[in-house]
């Protein structure tokens, strides 16, 4: 979590006021409960709730210098400043129970904070659909040209992908917001289920099915892994704007902002950075996947190997899929996009994309596919090769012409027929608002 | 994928003759409703069906050795035994209409196969959890003795995170079950979305939302991500029985068949070698995550770098992990579980898990938390270092008894009140039949 | 490893015979040298010698079926074919002796067969270095026209890449060389340091320093690392390649054989499979970088988790890695380079590229650089929109007419003097002879 | 990178202030060749050296906000601190001259420090190996009672792979000890080869081979492969001190600080937390090694999709590294090794691990192996499930004594003769200053 890469309402999430707030939340919610249950005073937690705002990180940090242990230096600064009525917090509970929980609650926060995300996409994305619904764009496989389709019905798929991303995300989101208050080894030696319910049922969260000394690791590994897949739907994106803002392509561009320079040696230059930048930050997603796993198979009820993943991973990764989805949006919303080089683009392809319409054509006569393949393509590559324009070789390929008249040929170079059924794809996309 | 660690149901999935018989399913199914919508004369399919029964991957392979492409390579093949009718088969797809829509065809049947085998693991593990559920055991945590709880709540949390697993895999096996007749760029230049959705239903297959060439890689991405996470429930599960097998430890055991042997050079050595096994094998399923998140950027309307990927990773993984499944049902099934062993290595704790319900007595009398871990533990450490047993220690400790009676300071050593809460535990795992 | 991508000299070293015959050729060995120390009786080793030729995977498969572990069941068989001479094998050593002795022995000479692939590769290359030493084309930052270099300097970079590739392939082949026989944990409990260096001596491998019950994985891992390595250098020429014969490039392209078909649907196509394919290989190979990593920490003096990984990595690395390499020869081999295109591209950047030589030399004259880039910039931008020609812009523009001459502008747009250093930077890559 | 696991002299490389100042050190080192070479009128380098001290990162950061390219807004504020002089640094340069030399230097310097903390961690291990020579442990393979060892020659294989990591990232360094000053394409337009030698030289760094726009990606990812490796030999290490430190275990502890609490529930508690923390780190260094392979296959002369990942990744990597080799020292150097507790497990294992050297003493009677094998695992059977102790029974087994005497039977049992080659063994780890 570098500040550049990082949005102010994550780098909040993960700093250590918020930390501690979250830990003291899940301390009084406990409270709370165990007051409901008679474990604890009537008027305790009342009294406690204050103390929120008198927490003090740099005095626990020192504590924490002796105890070597952050919960037992944060329960030490709480009886510091809250007096006799702290000793009654952490009652039966172990310090994962604290951490796993207040976990929980910043993860859920940032999962939400990243489902909000979705929206300026979105957004962005219809404004685009609909301006180039019909603005046609020739298609490429391979990087090679093969038929055209609409500029829209490209960015359609991205809307697709993205509104599967989040779905996803949602999902893990729910998965996340699981806590637990069940103790040393899960079994709530000290505590009961019923008191866990009513302490989490507070902070938005469900109780973890069976806790070890943790709430299990899988939750998080499935946490990040919709994070990467969300990650690689930026990728997607950014990798076609990459391609689209090529200089022999020059199809769309990233916007340029006044001031900007492109490169420190050419003036000239005006480079897409922002998508350039987005496959990294895709890269970086990506990685945390792998350690997100491994820290599943934790020894017996647990050890603590996956804390020191989880205090670079977790704020590294969240950073990083939020500023990757607010650049995205940004990159979205500046989008320029060329509907002449597009149709420039088509126009070099020189018809050849018509060969798939004139290869179903001569199979409908009756002629055998593999034959009008090979009369078709002779055609083809002699028209790629400079010999001659595409249509007038087919007008005048004999073998052609026994079975196709100028109107059948005339037909398939048709852009309005290639067309017909983008709006309907576009629809689709659109409309899943699941 | 290797005979080792390939199931047979899954082999088959993957040999070439069900590839080639997956393909011509999409080709039939295309046909017949090109039939329906008139693109195709009426008859055509009904003859060509029994094509099936006839295909020859060592012919088609024939094939491609000249036309270095392999689905034109088949339908060359289909012409040969087909004849004439066979030219209306492929009209207006591309190759990834087949081969995408035939892979879904595969991993929706490899994901059945899969989800089929959580089954008996379910089972194994309910009859352990049943006959273990009172069953003491020390939970360790950094493997260290913690406090104690039962084995069947061990078990209960491996049998709720299967269930996380297998809900995942079910998530994932809706999005890989999308097939796409699209053509080219998926535009349906030459087909339409009417002919697509009735041609997949027939394949029980859902179009895809907006497909480019292909099938959008990042449901594939999920696919592969849902099998890590199954893996990694698998991989918890194994790392425990090889702690619990240790020499050291000896409260589980996998089953010993007759005939076998543990080492070549020391007759006595009974070694988890399936849990271990299994372990690496996460290690592999683990693997292919990132290659197949590395897949959803296709250039454009796709590029081919996936399917080397995919060749290699959708027999590797779906085999990997069904056999893992297979395996832990089988470990399960004949796993030795040693109550006594249990209730030994508790009694090697000497009491001091007792530690954290005397802290709390004590605290509950009045006593600073901070206060009472000290004196608590000045006694545990003594216990621990053989200087003493915890409970006369405790007995003979001034501060502690100015507090706690000597009945206070024995209901704190109660195995019984440690595991009251075992069973509602349980049951919420027990119960989870979504 | 599938029959696809795997080389016939890999997929022999990895077949059940050669895996029998290495095991053999580990035993063998440390019967001699076990003669030699008079451990065995003279004239065993020379008498079992023979058998290697009548090993039968089969038969050792069938007794692994009852055994469950595989070097007993070789033993077994030995002892069946050899009569009691046999049971002198084996003596004082464990499995692992035999098996990472073996796999040292099969890496090593997988390694040389890769090594001996760069061979053909760099042939290719040097070839068309030289052809293309002065072959201007364009270079591209963030896919935007730059500066002009030369094709064959382009591909002296690869060649580098490949030369360092090959450097660290190397060094790993010598950490690989190195076997085992140190008995069950690696104590030479019934074995010495000097028996072992003399049979591993006659299997051309050195003696791990210290084993613990096997041969460290960091020596594999470090091996596969090299791999992936390797494999990044051919992406990044594949890569290259995809770019060069996009459509809108068309700079090089693959070679196209007859008979070829680029797609089902479009015959007009000619797409640079063998490069998207290369690019997916490495993802591959890259994939079992964290396996690998993973199976280092093993247990105490081992665990086999290890083993399942190696299974299916050791051959599918090695396949794909070594496929790759002959793929990226038969792809340089015959790579079109397309002078002209590259010409009629550098052109179509309209002088821009010259800039930076304008701006250097309006800083020589006394300009300010961020004066001069404004200056410079501004033309560039006009030209960039099709508002002109850069250079006669230039010569109409007053600021900079005050500090440049007619002649100094159109030296900034010399080819000649761009080009001027290639051939040092060409020469520093052809003569990396380490 | 965060607070807690970056030392201080990784964080001071990676702060604003080091990284300016390597850039100006770039950029002087270039003026100073320019000067050489004339192409900078003589005492311009001087003049600017002292700019270094007043390099101010605030302002760079804010004349960035404006310009969006950091080495503009690094020029910017030269020109601001330096006058008319500054005009003449960064001539016929680009920015990757600078950066990627500038992320030699601190790579370089990176690996010096981490290469110096391998002497510390060396030294602890000489005096443990020394200390444990001959101190008999029980060795376990797959977690199981195998035969005898010494620790020291458990930790002699801990130094040795210590070594080999140190011997990789050494090969590392001289591989990214590497700049460039070759303009923007590497073509050196406006430079010349002998000034970037010149330049770099005073740097103490070599000049890339052939650059692109940038230094070569893989000279970096084998730098962080190098670095993963070595985190697997921390990992490995931290893996057996947790299996020491077990409950039931009890050989080796770490060092227990006053005042540390080891639970904030369990007073008793002291857990292995470095060792696991160590196994956590390693998963982190483990994760970058595949984005620094992403990174290698830039787009023609380079696209800047590395820089993100580099800019989180290399600071993270190294700081994590080092890190952990400072926490690896301590841990060894706190490391209690309990050598009575080694003796008391060895004895729980009832001499079983005298198995192999009765095999071996039967067959070398003349025994068949397989016979031999089933004779001795019977009563090895026996004794492990309790029915009696191994050596009695082995002596009343009547097929055992036909071969074997009294005497014979005991020498099976020696200590003394198990660890014979142990001391050979420990002086080939120690005597390794390669």
């Given at each position: 979590m570098i500040?550049?890469?990082?949005?102010?309402?994550?780098?909040?999430?993960?700093?250590?006021k918020a930390q501690y707030e979250a830990w003291f939340d899940v301390e009084l919610a406990g409270c709370e409960a165990m007051e409901s249950a008679g474990l604890v005073p009537r008027g305790v937690a009342a009294r406690l709730?204050?103390?929120?705002?008198?927490?003090?990180?740099?005095?626990?940090?020192?504590?924490?210098?002796?105890?070597?242990?952050?919960?037992?230096?944060?329960?030490?600064?709480?009886?510091?400043?809250?007096?006799?009525?702290?000793?009654?917090?952490?009652?039966?509970?172990?310090s994962s129970d604290v951490l796993d929980s207040a976990t929980a609650l910043r993860l859920t926060r940032a999962s939400d904070r990243m489902l909000a995300r979705?929206?300026?996409?979105?957004?962005?994305?219809?404004?685009?659909?609909?301006?180039?619904?019909?603005?046609?764009?020739?298609?490429?496989?391979?990087?090679?040209?093969a038929e055209p389709l609409?500029?829209?019905?490209?960015?359609?798929?991205?809307?697709a992908e993205f509104q599967r991303a989040e779905r996803r995300l949602r999902a893990a989101r729910t998965e996340i917001a699981v806590g637990k208050l069940a103790g040393a080894v899960g079994s709530y030696a000290h505590l009961s289920p019923a008191i866990e319910a009513e302490a989490l049922a507070k902070l938005g969260l469900a109780?973890?099915?069976?806790?070890?000394?943790?709430?299990?690791?899988?939750?998080?590994?499935?946490?990040?892994?919709?994070?990467?897949?969300?990650?690689?739907?930026?990728?997607?994106f950014a990798t076609n704007v990459r391609h689209g803002q090529r200089s022999e392509?020059?199809?769309?561009?990233?916007?340029?902002?006044?001031?900007?320079?492109?490169?420190?040696?050419?003036?000239?230059?005006?480079?897409?950075?922002?998508?350039?930048?987005?496959?990294?930050?895709?890269?970086?997603a990506r990685a945390y996947v792998t350690p997100a796993l491994e820290n599943i198979a934790l020894w017996y009820e647990r050890d603590i190997s996956h804390s020191s993943v989880e205090r670079l991973m977790l704020p590294d990764v969240t950073a990083t899929v939020a500023f990757a989805l607010d650049r995205t949006a940004r990159l979205l919303d500046g989008l320029v996009v060329k509907a002449e080089a597009m149709r420039r683009n088509l126009e070099a392809a020189k018809g050849l994309w018509a060969s798939e319409a004139l290869l179903l054509a001569l199979v409908e006569k009756g002629c055998g596919r593999q034959e009008a393949y090979v009369w078709v393509q002779r055609n083809a590559m002699q028209a790629f090769h400079g010999e001659g324009e595409f249509k007038p070789l087919l007008l005048a390929d004999a073998d052609i012409r026994k079975h196709l008249d100028e109107a059948a040929i005339e037909r398939a170079f048709s852009l309005e027929h290639a067309l017909q059924h983008?709006?309907?794809v576009i629809d689709r996309a659109l409309g899943d608002h699941s």
């Open positions: 500040p550049r890469y990082t949005p102010a309402d994550i780098a909040e999430l993960w700093a250590p709730a204050p103390l929120r705002d008198r927490l003090s990180p740099d005095r626990i940090d020192e504590i924490e210098r002796t105890t070597h242990h952050d919960v037992i230096a944060f329960l030490t600064h709480l009886e510091e400043i809250g007096g006799p009525d702290a000793r009654w917090l952490h009652r039966g509970m172990t979705f929206g300026p996409i979105y957004t962005a994305l219809r404004r685009h659909i609909e301006a180039h619904r019909r603005t046609p764009c020739m298609g490429r496989s391979h990087g090679i040209f609409s500029y829209g019905m490209v960015l359609a798929g991205h809307l109780p973890e099915t069976v806790s070890t000394q943790v709430v299990a690791r899988d939750r998080h590994a499935a946490l990040i892994s919709a994070l990467a897949l969300t990650a690689a739907a930026v990728e997607r392509v020059g199809e769309v561009s990233e916007a340029f902002s006044a001031g900007q320079k492109g490169s420190s040696a050419m003036p000239h230059k005006r480079n897409p950075i922002l998508s350039e930048n987005l496959c990294g930050l895709a890269r970086i983008v709006d309907a």
